[in-house]
């Protein structure tokens, strides 16, 4: 679904990420763990299309298409959604109405009609549900006022609305609590399907005890200088970053 | 609903203003300049009383002593009010009984404007009253309201057919002294809208009066006057849009509002003059006095989107006169590319237990420049007297400008008044935020705007706001780079 080749990718003169290679299948689980300022969100960034970051050298593939030339919109109507660590607030506009918004422009890059409202209540009304969310909050101003957990259950929110083929998850855990970290990952656990593959990017081992990787990869210095499967998280969680930053020299 | 969804997005498509188009019809046009003779001749033209004509005279006495005022934070090259022609009527002039007889290009034009009559009709509840150039052309619905006892009717027939009221209100409000746009208005006014609410009646449908500018070089001079007797509600809505021209256009109209005892009056407007091109060329010049009388208990809302002219100087005002009555101000001011707005509102605490809103938001695209201008003025009699005002300001780029100038004038010390103001910028986070969830830039601005501006979008009679939302879409187009 996903391949990433050889990505150098910056801003100005300063290079964040060093050549990344990576390749996402379709129904897998990849975790991306990695001391702060990594790179970690400039990747999801650069996936996601965001154009402030000059892709310097490298591809970022979506099934099989060079995404170099494809707008952020675009690639979101191909399916590409990213959860924000710091999700942007929009004063007036409602959860409601930003969401229908999304689901329509979606539908009409791909040729659609708009989604008629009594189906578009019901799908609101079940993941809505799905993800323990109080029916009056999605008449609030998106983002406005959330705390940080709000935010980041909004976000999955509009995941589960979106249902998209990609999904990357940057640091959605942090800010939730113990309850919330649970129904959050439920909600992910349920939309996952052998036909889409989440990124899920995170800083701590709990998260990955929900939801459970295929892979996990450390991310330092704009560089993955380790892949594994779910139990490096452990080790990682035990031993720190430091023996792996000694590794990346070597 | 107006506009679907696919008719809005076409529209979107429309770079240039699309209501560019210049009608071909004969005119019965004066002179171009200004003196007491064509002052008689206008009044002679339109069959005025002695008195009228009397007062428009001694309206332009005062003008001639007048100075073209200085302080708006705009700038613009001053009209030559000798080298306009300040009447104009549509040639083929016999009062229509219906539709049918009604000029097939004027037809044809408001078919352009996406106002034609028939349309107007059938959107429900709205009684139309258009203004082509000078003369009212087509007046609808008129007879629901007469059996309420509502008048609504051209200024022109008013001061005909009810010269008593129009005797009794007109310049009672707004003096023919007030200023020099006021003073000019009241010497050449070639028409407007009048309309009376008798004593309790609630009038049953939204009245609306449709402006435009058509005849090359002839500046519109509108008069309007609304009376509303005790007890009685009425919601008058005006809206706009003007063809392109390379010429500027002066329009200086007078809008008058009394609300007497108990009434109510919901003034809401949306305004789509012709801004000028992207270089700052053409474009109407708007200088415009609206004002408000409220006795005791009334209530007058302005609510105004202004999203057109190359100039525009405009403060909706409420004398806030008899106890515990209640002014209101709701306003959207859009400039872009070169456009200059000085606008505000002007809220005069008279009488006790008196209450205003001000409601305040500025959007400055391209290299335009904005600014809100206040003045809450509390009477040393007014005890209690409350206002509350907020002024947001939301900048695209880094060449447009903001500028909110408040003054307070409090003389009484009961007096409690809030003011708040933002200012905000559309940022790239956001806009990237809503790219990621599939919603294009432009399409990301529309709605960023719109959330800025429901507060006041929601003021607005509904079919207006489809209206209002979509003139803020198409008025932003392109404005990002
Ligand atoms: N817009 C920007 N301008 C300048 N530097 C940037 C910009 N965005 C990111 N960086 C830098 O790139 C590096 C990687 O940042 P990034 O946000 O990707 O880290 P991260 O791995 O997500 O960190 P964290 O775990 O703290 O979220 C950091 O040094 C950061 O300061
Ligand atoms: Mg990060």
């Known amino acids: 679904m996903l391949k990433i080749t050889d990505l150098h990718a910056g801003i100005e003169d300063k290079e964040i990420l060093k050549g990344i290679n990576l390749e996402v299948n379709a129904g897998e689980v990849h975790a991306i763990m990695g001391p702060n300022g990594s790179g970690k969100s400039t990747l999801s960034a650069v996936i996601a299309g965001k154009e402030e970051f000059e892709v310097t050298k490298g591809s970022v593939e979506l099934n099989g298409e060079d995404l170099d030339e494809v707008s952020p919109e675009e690639r979101a109507h191909k399916g590409v959604f990213l959860s924000f660590q710091y999700p942007v607030e929009i004063p007036g506009v409602s959860v409601t109405n930003f969401i229908k918004t999304a689901i329509n422009e979606s539908r009409k890059a791909r040729g659609l009609e708009e989604m008629p409202a009594n189906k578009m209540l019901k799908l609101i009304r079940e993941k809505s549900e799905l993800l323990d969310i109080d029916r009056r909050f999605l008449s609030r101003s998106l983002n406005e006022g959330f705390s940080g957990g709000e935010k980041k259950r909004n976000e999955i929110f509009q995941m589960a609305m979106l249902e998209p083929k990609l999904a990357i998850l940057d640091e959605t855990d942090s800010g939730l609590d113990i309850d919330a970290l649970r129904i959050v990952a439920n909600g992910v656990n349920k939309l996952k399907s052998k036909d889409n593959a989440v990124i899920v990017i995170t800083h701590y081992q709990r998260l990955l005890e929900y939801i459970v990787p295929d892979f996990v990869h450390v991310l330092h210095n704009g560089k993955i200088v380790k892949s594994g499967g779910k139990e490096l998280a452990l080790e990682l969680e035990e031993k720190g970053y430091d023996w792996l930053k000694n590794e990346a020299v070597v | ?481």
């Open chain 2, 1 to 481: 609903m107006a506009y679907t969804e696919e008719e809005l997005k076409k529209e979107l498509e429309t770079k240039e203003y699309e209501y560019g188009f210049y009608t071909d019809i004969e005119s019965d046009t004066l002179p171009v300049g200004l003196n007491e003779d064509i002052i008689i001749a206008i009044s002679k033209k339109k069959e005025e009383p002695e008195w009228m004509t009397l007062w428009r005279l001694e309206a332009f006495k005062y003008w001639k002593e007048m100075e073209e005022p200085e302080w708006a934070n705009v700038h613009y090259k001053k009209p030559d009010f000798q080298s306009i022609s300040y009447y104009s009527a549509p040639n083929k002039k016999p009062k229509y009984n219906s539709l049918d007889e009604v000029d097939p290009e004027l037809l044809e034009t408001f078919k352009k404007l996406g106002i034609s009559v028939d349309e107007q009709k059938k959107l429900a509840g709205v009684a139309v009253d258009i203004v082509m150039d000078s003369v009212s052309v087509a007046t609808t619905f008129k007879k629901t309201l007469a059996e309420k006892g509502i008048i609504f009717c051209s200024i022109s027939e008013a001061i005909k057919e009810h010269p008593e009221l129009v005797k009794k209100y007109i310049g009672s409000v707004v003096p023919k002294r007030d200023n020099f746009y006021a003073a000019l208005n009241s010497a050449v006014f070639s028409d407007g809208s009048f309309c009376y609410i008798p004593k309790g009646v609630k009038c049953p449908m939204e009245l609306s009066t449709y402006f435009r500018i058509n005849q090359a070089g002839t500046g519109q001079f509108e008069r309007t006057l609304v009376i509303a007797d005790e007890g009685s509600y009425v919601s008058y809505l005006e809206g706009c849009t003007a063809p392109s021209r390379d010429e500027n256009q002066l329009h200086a109209a007078v809008v008058e509002l009394i609300a007497l005892d108990d009434a109510e009056i919901k003034y809401s407007t949306v305004q789509n003059w012709f801004p000028g091109d992207k270089e700052g060329k053409g474009g109407v010049y708007n200088f415009v006095t609206k004002r408000g009388l409220c006795e005791k208990n009334a209530k007058i809302s302005w609510t105004q989107v202004e999203t057109g002219s190359a100039v525009t100087w405009k403060y909706p005002s409420c004398i806030l006169k008899g106890d515990n009555s209640i002014g209101e101000f709701y306003s959207i001011a859009v400039t872009n590319n070169f456009q200059q707005a000085d606008t505000g509102t002007k809220m005069i605490h008279l009488g006790k237990n008196t209450r205003s809103t001000i409601i305040s938001k500025g959007i400055s695209a391209g290299k335009s420049q904005n600014s809100y201008r206040g003045l809450v003025q509390v009477n040393s009699r007014a005890e209690n007297a409350r206002n509350f005002s907020q002024c947001d300001s939301l900048l695209m780029g880094n060449e447009c400008g903001a500028h909110t100038f408040p003054y307070i004038e409090a003389k009484n010390k009961t007096a409690q008044i809030e003011h708040e103001a933002t200012t905000s910028k559309i940022g790239e986070d956001q806009i990237f935020y809503c790219n990621q969830r599939g919603i294009d830039t432009e399409k990301a601005i529309a709605l960023i705007v719109n959330g800025f501006s429901k507060e006041v979008l929601n003021k607005l009679p509904m079919e207006f706001a489809v209206e209002a939302q979509k003139l803020l879409e198409i008025s932003l187009e392109g404005s990002v780079g």
